[in-house]
C-alpha cells in the first residue's frame, strides 16, 4: 500500500514580524517576509540608518590602521 505524499502539505512556519511582532506566515506570497507589510520594512531600515540598531564590536579590534 503506498502512501500518496503529494497532497499532504506541511503547514507554513509562522514566524514573528521583527518590527512590530505580528505573526507572518514564511510562504513565498509574503512579499515582505521576515515583515508583515511594506511600512514594517520601511521603519526597520530606517532605524538601521539612523543608526538606532548597531552592530556590536570587540573592544579588541582597532578603529584605525595607525603605525606608530
Not at 2 to 14: D, Q, T
Not at 17 to 27: D, L, N
Not at 35 to 40: L, W
Request: glycine share 2%.
Amino acid at each position: 500500500m503506498a502512501s500518496n505524499h503529494s497532497n499532504l502539505s506541511k503547514p507554513p512556519r509562522i514566524v514573528s514580524c521583527p518590527r512590530c511582532r505580528t505573526p507572518v506566515e514564511w510562504v513565498e506570497a509574503s512579499r515582505f517576509r521576515p515583515f508583515c507589510s511594506a511600512r514594517c520594512k520601511t521603519d526597520d531600515l530606517g532605524a538601521w540608518e539612523s543608526e538606532a540598531y548597531r552592530v556590536a564590536a570587540s573592544e579588541e579590534a582597532p578603529l584605525s590602521d595607525e603605525s606608530g
